[in-house]
Each structure stands twice: as structure tokens, then as C-alpha cells.
């Protein structure tokens, strides 16, 4: 390794929303809609409860939990489209993440995305970012049979398209559930505080090997 590829066989696997992605605000502003079309009121621990799970698991979820007489493909159908503009126009990176991920990338680091947003929001918003070049592998739960962020399969897909071991990985999330995971697996975990994770604070900062506002204080060396 030289002196300028200080991170040649590390890899960075980045969850999107509340990690990377500023993006809290497009999905209180989808559940206001959704569910004041619908006469509910939000509950204060919905977005918590869903944010670990793939979307025709929150779509069962919210269906059985306020006993919706609707299909999960008619719900997932409205989500995308509440969400599609507000992603693709208006998400902003997190503060120092384009210039994190560049640094990443120019010292030898492969970097990936483990994301449970569907890939018809997910795909998008990384081109209209202007970063979805800069990832050797972006997967979503989508591609290991819906399994949720308590399941390892997502994560060891990423490191295998990446083609580092678990071991020389380092997953950064907003959620104690994805930062367990990790760590259960030999991943180095970084928390990342985003207002949908204030609730958990805690136990994501108990959990994990260290903790991120944005990423201007991330790690230079993985």
C-alpha cells in the first residue's frame, strides 16, 4: 500500500436515507399525506417501526396495523409517486458527503450503497446527486428476497460485489438494527445522527464503534 492509497482494501457501505441522504423530511411530509387521506392521524412511532424494514414489509405493516383495505402494490404505487419529485429535485446530500466519498475513492477505498429505498426512487436521486459513479456496488433489499437490516444478506452482498472481505468494512447508518447487524458480521459500524434516530440515540451510540453528525468529521482512514 502507498503512501497516497491509504484505504486500498477497505470498503465503505453507506445506507441512503438519514445516513447519506438528507432526505427525513420527504418521508414525514409522504406519511402526513398518506395518512390525513386516509383521516389517521401519525403516530409518533411509525417512522421508527419502518425504518429498518423494505417497502412491501412496511406496506404490510401499515396495512394490518390500521386495518387498510388496500393492496401493498396500491400503497407502494402512492409512497413512490408522493415521493419521486421530492427525491429527484429536492434531497440534498448530507454536510461533506460528495467530498467524503471522492476522498474515499482517490486513497483506494471501493465504496457501496445498502439501502431499503426502492430502486425506482433509489436510482434516481444518486444520478440526480451526480454521485451514483462514484459506487462500485449499490444493492437494495429488493435483491436478497426482502430481507430487512437484522439480516445480514444485504450487507455481505454489497462486500462481495465489492470484493472486500466483512471484515475490512465499514457501514455507516442511522439505525441501532443495521449498526447491529454489522457488527454481528465483523463490519466496523459509524452511527450517523439524523433526526429520525434522535429517539435511539443511545442505544445506536452503545452500539456502535463510533458516531457522525455529518461527514466532516468521518474518518479519513477506514
Known sequence: ???????????????????????LGVWDDVDEIF??????????????????M????????TIRRFNLHETPQAIMQEWN?????????KVRLKPG?????????????????????????????LAHLGIDGLFDAVC????????NKDHPDLYMLVANRMGVAPGECTV????????????????KALAMLDDSSRSQWEGLAAAADGTLRDFTTAPQIL
Open 1 to 23: 500500500m502507498s503512501s497516497n492509497t491509504p484505504n486500498a482494501g477497505k470498503g465503505a457501505i453507506f445506507d441512503l436515507d438519514g445516513t447519506l441522504l438528507d432526505s
Open 35 to 52: 395518512f390525513s387521506r386516509r383521516g389517521i392521524d401519525v403516530p409518533d412511532d411509525y417512522q421508527q417501526a419502518v425504518s429498518p
Open 54 to 61: 423494505a417497502f412491501p414489509d412496511i406496506a404490510d405493516y
Open 81 to 89: 409517486d408522493l415521493a419521486f419529485e421530492e427525491y429527484t429535485t
Open 97 to 125: 458527503a460528495r467530498d467524503y466519498l471522492e476522498h474515499l475513492r482517490s486513497t483506494g477505498a471501493k465504496l457501496g450503497v445498502a439501502s431499503t429505498l426502492m430502486p425506482s426512487l433509489r436510482d434516481p436521486t
Open 140 to 147: 437494495g433489499i429488493e435483491e436478497v428476497g426482502g430481507l
Open 172 to 187: 455507516f447508518e442511522d439505525i441501532v438494527i443495521g449498526v447491529r447487524t454489522a457488527k454481528r458480521i465483523g463490519m
